[in-house]
Nanobody, 120 residues
Framework: QVQLVESGGGLVQTGASLRLSCAAS???????MGWFRQAPGKEREFVAA????????AYSDVVKDRFTIARNNAKTTLYLHMNRLKPEDTAVYYC??????????????WGLGAQVTISS
């Protein structure tokens, strides 16, 4: 059974950095994991993803120069390192997982989300 638990959200100022973590269980090398976010009044959007086996990554154009997705060597935790944060990055961030081959494919498993708020 796949379980995903996010942590590390909070309130920071514009330009600050923040790291989100996702404790993952039930994940195997054939899985992809990633992050989506949903801002108030907007649809959920893809942020970044990584193939659990070899670490291939993908990013949305909006974050690719500021965010980095990574996993620990034990492959138990997913991270999202967020730098130069902007007010428009304010959203609930969701950790996701799936056994599909495409990093941008629909994701079946979702965590409960972590709130990230950027003050101007």
């Amino acid at each position: 059974q796949v379980q995903l638990v996010e942590s590390g959200g909070g309130l920071v100022q514009t330009g600050a950095s923040l790291r989100l973590s996702c404790a993952a269980s039930g994940i195997f090398d054939g899985y992809n994991m990633g992050w989506f976010r949903q801002a108030p009044g907007k649809e959920r959007e893809f942020v970044a993803a990584i193939s659990w086996a070899v670490g291939v990554t993908a990013y949305s154009d909006v974050v690719k120069d500021r965010f980095t997705i990574a996993r620990n060597n034990a492959k138990t935790t997913l991270y999202l390192h967020m730098n130069r944060l902007k007010p428009e990055d304010t959203a609930v961030y969701y950790c996701v997982a799936n056994s599909a081959t495409g990093l941008r494919s629909p994701y079946r498993y979702w965590g409960l989300g972590a709130q990230v708020t950027i003050s101007s």
